[in-house]
């Protein structure tokens, strides 16, 4: 049943009709569309349009149909209506009749779109929160469980300097803390509630929009209704929230998949997140993490489009932004599957201690540490940088790394250096010096890994 039949006498043509329904995506917000209509029900007795007694129908009513789509969820896309709205609208009429028409005095589907998008990101962020949370205890425990493995430390795709695996677990650790709080402040924004806005001009009743927004867990009610019903911000940050927390998964999967490879086999992957190949027998994929990383340009490509979407998109309401729902929310399923993903990759993961040790000590990882020993030695840094490039291009000659020179060989290309050198090229030397904060030092990184414990744990 449409709710616009009046101002027509034509039907629509069904290809036209396929192409305008929202109901086989939008039947996703029917919890958030019947609590709004629960609200609005309340507001608009507040002013008299229902008698309390009809109010109390129509809520009890609409918690009927919340009790039946929840228990039977397919109900609402099977029903055939226009969009999840109508369905609403028309579920209410069949229970109390013509009560049920009453319902959407002073009310467009357009604060009505606005509001349960809003209901619907708000309950989303929650249980994103929860998985963003599970995946930095799943990061901190690895960090935990693999605390004092070496392990190479990159840039340029060079080995540069050693580092932790735990160090590295931690980097993790941050960013999602980040996308944690950028999930809070997406949250605390879009808390303002555009019922009441109706069509885009303001309901002709004079409901509480205050008191309304309230009973629907806002903070306070939008202040203008041409904005209202046309702000799709929240989406786009919410999206802008997915896409960044996927570029770090997308990290996070590249590195492992680099640190899984034949040629690293720093780690290993569990059975359980990897697949063989059809043809090649002996071959162990790393398709979860190959999906992580490729599921990161979906949900970019979901942020772009609603960008491009409201792009000069005249106020107020268009169609237009139908097309705000589908991307949204694809690519919070996508983000929620890849967080989970990611925590399982890391529940079993295996660290191969002595092939990551031995990458760290090779590829002259510890040049810094000699040009810093010239340093002391008096040598201008620049000029020790310069030293050292020579040392490392004549050890790379003999094929053997820096700590296997003699001092003599040292010493041919600066005498600066005597006996005292050795100690500074050991892997526990590099590290232990690095302990300002941030460092790789065994106490700061400990320092860290409490600190996130105690914080995650805060948050429960
Ligand atoms: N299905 C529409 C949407 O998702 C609901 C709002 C319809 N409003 C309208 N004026 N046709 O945006």
């Known amino acids: 049943m449409a709710l616009w039949g009046g101002r027509f006498t034509g039907a629509a043509d069904e290809r036209f009709k396929r192409f305008n329904d929202s109901l086989r995506f939008d039947c996703r917000m029917v919890e958030e569309d019947i609590v709004g209509s629960i609200g609005w ?12 007694d009809e109010q109390k129908r129509l809520e009890q009513a609409l918690n009927e149909l919340l009790a039946e789509v929840r228990a039977k969820p397919e109900i609402v896309a099977a029903s055939g209506e226009e969009d999840v709205h109508s369905f609403v609208e028309a579920s209410l009429i069949r229970k109390v009749g013509d009560l049920g028409k009453k319902l959407h005095t002073g009310r467009s589907r357009n604060d009505q779109v606005a509001t349960d998008i809003k209901l619907w990101c708000r309950g989303e962020i929650e249980l994103l929160k929860k998985s ?9 425990s690895a960090a935990r469980r693999f605390q004092d493995v070496i392990f190479p430390g990159y840039t340029h795709l060079q080995r540069a300097q050693p580092v932790t695996f735990s160090h590295w677990a931690i980097a993790y650790a941050e960013m999602f ?3 944690y709080l950028r999930l809070c402040s997406t949250q605390k924004l879009l808390n303002r509630c555009p019922l009441g806005s109706a069509a885009l001009a303001g309901t002709a009743y004079p409901v509480d929009r205050e008191k309304l927004a309230k009973d629907l867990g806002f903070d306070e009610a939008t202040r203008n209704s041409l904005d209202s019903v046309s702000d799709r911000d929240h989406i786009m940050e919410l999206l802008s929230d997915a896409s960044i927390s996927m570029i770090h998964l997308s990290r996070f999967a590249e590195d492992l998949i680099f640190y899984n490879s034949g040629e690293c086999g720093f780690v290993e992957l569990s059975d359980a997140v990897t ?6 027998p ?3 994929n790393p398709d979860s993490l190959e999906l992580i990383r490729g599921k990161a340009g979906r949900v970019i490509g979901h942020l772009t489009a609603m960008l491009v979407t409201a792009k000069a998109l005249p106020l107020a309401y268009d169609k237009d932004l139908q097309e705000d729902k ?4 694809d690519a919070v399923d996508t983000w929620h599957d890849s967080l989970d993903m990611a925590c399982l990759v890391l529940k079993d993961i295996k660290v191969r201690t002595d092939r990551a040790e031995a990458a760290a000590k090779g590829g002259y990882s510890n040049a810094t540490e000699l040009a810093d020993y010239l340093v002391k030695k008096g040598v201008p840094f620049r000029e020790a940088h310069g030293l050292v490039g020579r040392m490392v291009v004549y050890a790379i000659s003999v094929n053997k790394p820096l700590e296997d020179m003699s001092v003599e060989e040292f010493r041919q290309i600066s005498p600066a250096v005597s006996d005292d050198v050795y100690g500074i090229l050991t892997l526990d030397s ?9 460092g790789i030092s065994r106490e700061r990184v400990e320092e860290e890994i409490s600190f996130l414990e105690k914080r995650l744990a ?3």
């Open 41 to 52: 029900s309340k507001a608009i007795s507040d002013v008299g349009i229902l008698t309390a």
């Open 132 to 140: 963003v949370t599970e995946l930095e205890k799943a990061l901190v």
């Open 177 to 179: 803390d980040r996308d």
């Open 275 to 280: 697949s063989g190949s059809s043809l090649m």
């Open 282 to 284: 002996q071959k162990k």
């Open 326 to 329: 589908e991307g949204l929310f």
């Open 430 to 438: 590099v590290r232990a010096k690095r302990s300002a904060k941030g």
């Open 458 to 460: 805060e948050r429960g």
